[in-house]
């Protein structure tokens, strides 16, 4: 579960940070930059992956422990999207769906 | 003498000084009276009280550290720190209990 | 020049924040970095000890139990206290404590004093294992609250005041970032001041509740020392005045009577197992100890390993003369909202609930802060280097922090690993060895505070950075090859036998080296870079430099340093 929770806080990022525009720009140099609205909708994904995140570690670990290894792990993340963002931006996408097809995957083969 | 003093009293390091002054020990000095007074006037019994005071007095210290700062006038500063500090003071001093010292 | 009295709010904020963090930004950065390593305390002191036997999983806890009390009473046959820790969870060792009443002070009336030993028993046959004194991962723990050196009360003010300053330094920093969300993800590389000060909102942004959280429970874990004017003035003054209100706020959950002076009998320790096993499980015990031990009153206390969530976990209290359970315990209970609060803060502050995932994550977040310290003192000198160039001087206080950010940043981390270094170096039956390992800790930070001094005449300070990133990368990287020839707890066992405490440990030690050994080529080459440039335009330069020494008499002239490589 900490696995897949781990995913979703890395979707959650990508998807805040595509919601940004100086970083949709460093992911899609080329591409024209969209409308506000949509943008806006990269923003309503990126927190509601953060809030599912959130919500599996209290249930599996309890208000106590759970948010405090959310916030540990949403630290990190961050971080390493910051450093991904400014030395490898071409990853984050590719990565990211991996991400998504590992978090879809592992929920499938849970449940 | 007197211009000495201004002059003194204008001079850069004099000025940071003290305003850390102010802020570092009359700022304690004030946290502490007003974490006391809060310890004596919170409803509930006084360890939980005592226990409050304690807990928030160092945002209240903060507070006080960032009022300190953020007022241009040094003279203003000292003047409400002084003030506040005494009538903080006064109204422990009537609200202490009896004999514990 | 009233800078911090002119311009609006932010203005005086920017102001409060630079200067509230670079007056204690070394202690802070101490703090950050030892309480980091502290999150680790006992596996640093696990490396530390090699001669700690390995856990063997066949062997019980009760027999562990006979073996204890057998050597246990053989050594301490008239202690009031018997301890036993047994290795679970985060302890490593069978260990066993006791108090002996001896004469210490001369100062407190001759009065007697307990004064506690320990040992560390061989599983197999219960007689004491010979570990090397160290000071182990908890000096470093305890010395980023209480310092070294110097009394711990004034430790604690110390600290607590740097903490101040940090809480200060937090708040301000908040006001002052103007778009703490839209920035959240920034990092701008290869751009001098800015990129350093996108390091120093990064490190210090996402971490944030964990900054706020460790700054205000730090100043709570200290609160009885530093504010001690709220208890005094509902309590009196006076140690008898502080326990009355100590017995108030904390609800007395075991059963701790005091010793009649009836002597009786006490029934063995490992007597109690049977009932425990049954209501915990086997193996789950952390610790047993016996109070008041020879007395009516006496009273054996055990501790289950593990947490419910952030709170320990439970305890059960025995009866030592009929073995009858006189209390079990769940987890502590709060007097109030206040108690609640601090215990919360606490327990978040210490983490002693997190598992292997989370402590790691505890250490990164620490390590992070200080990283946050670390790029705000560059920043300052970044920013001010850069004006200097412009301007072609640099003041003293320029000079001097920025020979102290080297000194600091990497000489603490040298000064830690020359610890581990001291440990491993150190005959094992040498005097006071374990004062010994810390004052090489101090001594080799002072040589590394005082080495930009040294060789400012001829070394610029991006080369002193590579001089001692490349150091701290040699002393971390070669700290597994001296396991290796000092002791038989090397990677090359501890990998084979799957004791990933050990091996992480030199592991991480492997990552730090070539995280510096890193900085050190990047540094190498941007000072290449530098050098490049200047080369081109040496002549003019220095020319300049030559009439700034003349025009400034009291400024030191800071592009020379430059320009004579």
């Known amino acids: 579960m900490i696995v897949l929770s781990y995913l979703l806080i890395f979707i959650g990022c990508v998807a805040l940070s595509l919601s940004m525009k100086r970083h949709f720009k460093q992911c899609y140099p080329q591409r024209r930059m969209p409308s506000l609205k949509n943008l806006f909708i990269f923003r309503i994904i990126g927190f509601t992956y953060l809030l599912l995140s959130t919500s599996i570690f209290i249930v599996e670990q309890g208000w106590g422990i759970g948010l405090v290894l959310w916030f540990g792990l949403l630290t990190i993340v961050a971080f390493l999207q910051s450093l991904l963002l400014t030395y490898k931006p071409q990853w984050i996408m590719p990565i990211g769906f991996i991400g998504l097809v590992g978090a879809v995957s592992y929920t499938n083969i849970s449940l | 003498m007197n211009k000495q003093l201004t002059d003194i009293m204008q001079k850069e390091s004099f000025v940071v000084l003290s305003r850390a002054l102010a802020a570092i020990i009359g700022g304690y000095v004030l946290t502490n009276l007003s974490a006391i007074l809060l310890s004596y006037l919170l409803p509930s019994q006084s360890s939980s ?51 514990i010292f | 020049m009233n800078t911090n009295t002119q311009g609006n709010f932010r203005q005086s904020m920017k102001w409060l924040h630079t200067w509230a963090g670079i007056a204690v930004a070394i202690i802070l950065y101490f703090m950050f970095v030892t309480g980091s390593a502290g999150y680790f305390n006992d596996e640093i002191t696990y490396w530390m000890q090699p001669e700690t036997p390995t856990v063997n999983n066949g062997i019980d806890q009760q027999s562990m139990m006979v073996l204890a009390e057998k050597r246990l009473a053989k050594v301490a046959p008239n202690a009031t206290q018997w301890w036993v820790n047994f290795p679970i969870g985060r302890e490593y060792a069978l260990s066993i404590w006791w108090p002996e009443k001896t004469k210490i002070d001369a100062d407190n009336d001759g009065k007697m004093d307990d004064e506690w030993h320990d040992e560390v028993l061989d599983l197999r046959t219960g007689e004491p294992i010979a570990v090397r004194k160290t000071g182990g991962g908890n000096t470093l723990y305890y010395m980023h609250y209480a310092l070294h050196y110097i009394p711990s009360v004034l430790g604690y003010w110390l600290t607590s005041l740097c903490a101040m300053f940090m809480l200060i330094g937090l708040i301000t920093g908040i006001v002052i970032h103007k778009q703490i969300f839209k920035d959240f993800f920034t990092f701008r590389a290869g751009k001098k001041q800015h990129s350093w000060r996108d390091m120093h909102n990064v490190l210090s942004v996402l971490p944030l509740p964990f900054h706020i959280m460790i700054t205000y429970s730090g100043l709570l874990f200290l609160m009885f020392t530093t504010m001690p004017g709220v208890l005094t003035a509902s309590y009196g003054p006076g140690e008898e005045n502080r326990d009355r209100f100590y017995d108030a706020i904390y609800i007395q959950d075991a059963v701790h009577k005091d010793t009649v002076g009836i002597a009786a009998n006490n029934i063995s320790l490992s007597s109690v197992f049977p009932d425990v096993e049954q209501r915990w499980g086997k193996g789950q015990v952390s610790y047993i100890g016996i109070e008041n031990r020879g007395d009516i009153n006496a009273h054996i206390e055990l501790g289950e390993v593990g947490y419910d969530g952030l709170e320990s976990g439970r305890s059960l209290t025995y009866n030592a003369v009929n073995g009858d359970l006189q209390h079990a315990s769940h987890g502590s209970k709060s007097s109030s909202a206040a108690m609640t609060f601090y215990n919360i803060m606490t327990m978040l502050h210490e983490g002693s609930f997190s598992g292997p995932l989370l402590r790691w994550l505890y250490f990164i977040s620490g390590l992070m802060g200080a990283g946050m310290i670390a790029t705000g003192m560059i920043l300052w000198a970044s920013k001010r280097r850069e004006r200097a160039d412009k301007k072609g001087f640099a003041s003293n206080g320029l000079i001097l922090i920025e020979r102290l950010n080297v000194g600091t940043i990497v000489g603490l981390l040298i000064g830690i690993a020359t610890y581990f270094w001291a440990n491993r170096l150190l005959p094992v039956n040498f005097a006071e060895r374990e004062n010994w390992e810390i004052h090489s800790l101090f001594i080799s930070w002072a040589a590394t505070l005082a080495y930009p001094y040294m060789v400012a005449h001829k070394r610029s300070i991006n080369k002193i950075w590579v001089d001692q990133l490349t150091i701290a990368a040699v002393l971390y990287g070669l700290l597994p090859v001296l396991n290796f020839l000092t002791t038989n707890v090397h990677l090359g066992n501890t990998l084979l036998s799957g004791n990933w405490v050990l091996a992480g440990f030199d592991l991480t030690m492997l990552v730090f080296s070539v995280c510096f050994a890193f900085s050190a080529y990047r540094m190498l080459a941007k000072e290449k870079k530098v050098m490049a440039t200047l080369n081109t335009s040496n002549v003019k330069n220095s020319k300049m430099a030559r009439n700034n020494t003349i025009t400034t008499d009291k400024q030191v002239i800071l592009p020379i340093e430059k320009v004579e490589l």
């Open chain 2, 49 to 99: 009280n005592v226990m409050t005071g304690m807990v928030v007095s160092y945002a209240i210290y903060a507070g006080i550290v960032i009022w300190v700062y953020s007022v241009k006038s040094l003279q203003h500063v000292w003047r409400c720190l002084l003030i506040t500090i005494t009538i903080c003071a006064v109204i422990t001093t009537l609200l202490m209990p009896e004999g």
